[in-house]
């Protein structure tokens, strides 16, 4: 044998020895150190939010705030102890501190709380969208707080129990956490009591116990409404005298816009010029509309939906038809056009089409499209519509945190704008400037939807345009939008709303345009997504018991 063979063979040895010896010197812990060691790594490095909010609420008692933090640990403990079953110790807690990585990350740098709405927000969410949150820093916050604990929670030896012993760990461990709890709140149980009472954002920032919490309120949401299958509503609607009468194919343009708040549109009070072309036309401009949700999850179908606000759920959504549903039995031909996340079943039992970046290299030159990708449909349409129609077109808008991608490289009246998804690399000014770009493409979009209308009198055409939710742009620490209804701030439930009618359709339906207008000025600030439902029949001239005419901002204006 050759020396050189042997000096082989004896590093691999040696190399093999290490190995081995590493892996007997795996940490020996119980099941029970092993989980409160998790739990205090996540209230150490996923809940800064948790302890700012904690810290300010109690500024005037500062020796409270580690019985806070204390609670916060048992509550945690808590949720994990809760999964974790017999066998399954490592792998509960190898997710839980992924869970904590990922959650903490979008709470501390956007502010958002990761609850069944913003879970159900990210199934809907697209690939493109999805991508956009994949930063850098994301990806570093996740190898350093996530996947580098869970590959040592996973390396690490769990001391052997007898059955029965590791079978009476499990509600141990949970009744511990509760006395933990508990002991710490009757420390001081009115100041605490009333914290979690009032502040509400403050229990909602605990991770990963809400992001846990909210994936379990959404399986069991997913359950019970899958098995849902939709109500026939309004079945006395028919078509009214007005549209029965006049003469030639009434179209109803509806735009559902996307995340576009009221704070920023120049039609109403803010001071930058966003809104240049729908100034020039003859509008209703109905400004701080509030909407039914903070996402298109919630706002979307509660839009459509007969049953009002106060009554919304996604029970009661897949509960009922919609709108639509009404609009085809009436006899209109019914059509979506998608350029987001999908109609979410409101399109169920109508056509939808769902744009893709091969359908217009143009429109689509960046991998995403701009709404511009909708207008050749409506060349189409108007060339080719014999009836009464009703067409849905829901924008990508300002959808963010990738503003930059919602209009063409050349249309940016706000020049110094945020090139990037990630808010961090750019300045407040520039993310203003980026967003403000978006609703300045919409205001163009919208116009040119309506000279595109207005250029023909073949048909009688309206369009009604409004937000799903409108959304922050770092104010108060807050980014983007799905925050809690309960602590949203009016940035992100004022929306606006834009109605046009053509020449051709005022004089076919004997619609009063000035009367509208001083309709929609005497109901200025008391408009909710409500009068969308209402309106839209009223547009249409549908007539059904379950229009209500005090929320249809036509109502006394057809002649």
Known sequence: MHISQIDTDTASQTDGSRFVGLAHKRPLLSQLTLTLLVSAFLLATANTAFFARVSAHLAASPALVPLAGVMAFAAILLCIAVFTLPWLVRPVLALSLVLGAVASHFQDRLGVVIDREMLQNALNTTGNESRHLFTTAFVLHLVMFGLVPAGLVLWVKIKPMRWWVRLLHYPLTIALALAVFFGALMVDSRTFASMFRERRDISSAVIPTTPIVGAVRLAKLKLITNRLVAAPIGEDAVEGPRIAAAGKPVLTLIVVGETSRAANWSLGTYDRPTNPELAQRDIVYLDKVRSCGTSTAVSMPCM????????????AARSNQNLLD???KTGFDVK???????????AARVPETRFTATDDPIACASGECTDAVFLPTLDKALAEITKDTVIVYHQIGSHGPAYYLRYPEDFRPFPDDCRSADFGKCTPEQIVNAYDNTVAYTDHFLATLIDRLAAQDRLAASMLFVSDHGESLGENGLYLHAAPYFMAPDLQTQVPMVLWTSPSYRAAMGLDQDCVKARAASLAGQVTHDSFFHTLLGLADVTT???????????????
Do not use: Q
Request: aromatic share 12%; with cysteine; charged share 10%.
């Open 336 to 346: 979506w056009y998608d350029n987001n996340t999908g109609s979410l079943g409101i």
């Open 304 to 315: 459509f939906a007969h049953y009002g606000m106060e009554n919304h759920s996604e029970t």
């Open 545 to 559: 018991g379950l229009h209500n005419p005090d929320l249809d901002l036509t109502t006394g204006c057809h002649g």
């Open 326 to 328: 009404i609009f085809a």
